[in-house]
């Protein structure tokens, strides 16, 4: 079965440069949400879409942004980099049968991607 | 937050013993979520509990869950050396995202 795609899976990039993380959620899902994992932490919630529109941020920096494409693929935009970036980037996705809204409530389980090791040097 | 702490941070057992994981969160909730999540992986759904269900099970696992007190609990019976990961319990609450909370390592020896 087709599975959350993210790429890069590996990524280093120097202080102050840009940064663009991808997800390909699992196919007919309308959920894509972007997590940040620190080591040793717990995931924190960046930002999420449904039917490509914003549906829900959490803790993302000003210095980010992201956004999700007609094709349901979603790009997390990271400038100006900081040391305390360098985390694992998680993207998941869910499907929500029925919502007529956007509300950014989550119907069950999200599946994720093996996600993006961001180092920033 | 909406979430509290998991207990224990870290559990040590041995393969065939039970392991028990606590979690605990602070605002209403919808539903309840476990994950496990192995070194450097993706997090994987383990099983979902809602605000009006007391007990699940899955396989070895069973989860509880205490709306009075907020808090749940996972319990991973017969472990195995394959279990060794980390679990995180998420919640949801309204129309939020899913908050995960900090998440007990568990290591599970042969």
């Known amino acids: 079965a087709a599975g959350v795609i993210q790429s890069p899976r590996h990524l280093i990039k120097e202080k102050r440069e840009t940064a663009t993380l991808k997800c390909y959620p699992i196919p007919r899902h309308d959920t894509v949400y972007w997590y940040q994992q620190g080591p040793g932490q717990d995931p924190q919630f960046l930002i999420s879409?449904?039917?490509?529109?914003?549906?829900d941020k959490g803790s993302i920096p000003d210095r980010f942004s992201a956004q999700q494409f007609s094709d349901y693929h979603s790009e997390l935009n990271m400038s100006s980099l900081e040391l305390g970036d360098s985390a694992l980037y998680f993207c998941?996705?869910?499907?929500?049968?029925?919502?007529?809204?956007?509300?950014?409530?989550?119907?069950?389980?999200?599946?994720f991607g093996e996600g993006s090791r961001l180092t920033v040097l | 937050s909406q979430q509290g702490e998991e207990d224990p941070q870290a559990l040590s057992i041995q393969e065939g013993e039970n392991a028990t994981m606590n979690c605990s969160y602070k605002t209403s909730i919808n539903n309840l979520q476990w994950y496990r999540q192995n070194s450097g992986r993706g997090l994987v759904h383990l099983i979902l509990?809602?605000?009006?269900?007391r007990e699940k099970h899955s396989g070895r696992l069973r989860v509880t869950l205490d709306t009075s007190k907020k808090s749940s609990s996972l319990l991973i019976t017969a472990s195995r050396a394959a279990d060794t990961a980390s679990y995180f319990c998420?919640?949801?609450?309204?129309?939020?995202?899913?908050?995960f909370g900090k998440g007990t390592m568990l290591l599970v020896s042969p």
């Open positions: 879409f449904y039917e490509k529109m914003q549906s």
């Open positions: 998941a996705s869910s499907f929500h049968p029925g919502q007529g809204e956007i509300t950014g409530g989550p119907a069950g389980e999200l599946f």
């Open positions: 509990i809602r605000s009006n269900e």
């Open positions: 998420a919640t949801d609450y309204g129309y939020s995202t899913l908050t």
